[in-house]
T-cell receptor, first 115, second 109 residues
Framework: ETGVTQTPRHLVMGMTNKKSLKCEQH?????MYWYKQSAKKPLELMFV???????ENNSVPSRFSPECPNSSHLFLHLHTLQPEDSALYLC??????????????FGPGTRLTVT | GQNIDQPTEMTATEGAIVQINCTYQ??????LFWYQQHAGEAPTFLSY??LDGLEEKGRFSSFLSRSKGYSYLLLKELQMKDSASYLC??????????WGAGTKLIIKP
């Protein structure tokens, strides 16, 4: 247990569905992240929130929409996804962003399959 | 562009020593991280290097040479539970982590 939880752990959705991924951290951290992990590829940073404010959006398609209602919770809203969006979606948190030395703590991920 | 290179897969024997290399080219440098990821699980933090030299933590050690853009993770007295992927990541000048694709380590009895 890393102190970061994610639900659901597995999700199968059609291309016309709308679903949301949820992440919660119990570590008192100020920064939260969404990553996409595809097989044999590097982790891709999607979004960063620091003190509830979005600081990074790495050219992510608009069919992915993040929401951070408070510093402990992070959501990723999904709509009209494509099959190539099938991947492991990882949430992470760290003490702060824009400060070196702080490691990130990861949740177990949501395995997403788009049919 | 920014790039992290590490071997795709390595095999080692239980009880032996293995060294996993990582080379990087990034826009700025604010430290290098190693993470371990077992299949189907979250990556977990192993080590952080920001100055040149060797950091030892039990059976695991991590080395950094900033002038060479090079790091390695050294695992001693290998155990079967060390079978996992090992991810190298560099924090760039914008404090973003740039990740390698990971090295899958297979331990054989």
């Amino acid at each position: 247990e890393t102190g970061v939880t994610q639900t659901p752990r597995h999700l199968v959705m059609g291309m016309t569905n709308k679903k949301s991924l949820k992440c919660e951290q119990h570590l008192g951290h100020n920064a939260m992240y969404w990553y996409k992990q595809s097989a044999k590829k590097p982790l891709e940073l999607m979004f960063v929130y620091n003190f509830k404010e979005q600081t990074e959006n790495n050219s992510v398609p608009s069919r992915f929409s993040p929401e951070c209602p408070n510093s402990s919770h992070l959501f990723l809203h999904l709509h009209t996804l494509q099959p190539e969006d099938s991947a492991l979606y990882l949430c992470a948190s760290s003490q702060d962003f824009e400060t070196s030395g702080y490691e990130q703590y990861f949740g177990p991920g949501t395995r997403l399959t788009v049919t | 562009g920014q790039n992290i290179d590490q071997p795709t897969e390595m095999t080692a024997t239980e009880g032996a020593i293995v060294q996993i290399n990582c080379t990087y080219q990034t826009s700025g440098f604010n430290g290098l991280f190693w993470y371990q990821q077992h299949a189907g699980e979250a990556p977990t933090f192993l080590s952080y290097n920001v100055l040149d030299g060797l950091e030892e933590k039990g059976r695991f050690s991590s080395f950094l040479s900033r002038s060479k853009g090079y790091s390695y993770l050294l695992l001693k007295e290998l155990q079967m539970k060390d079978s996992a992927s090992y991810l190298c990541a560099v924090m760039d000048s914008n404090y973003q982590l740039i990740w390698g694709a990971g090295t899958k380590l297979i331990i054989k009895p």
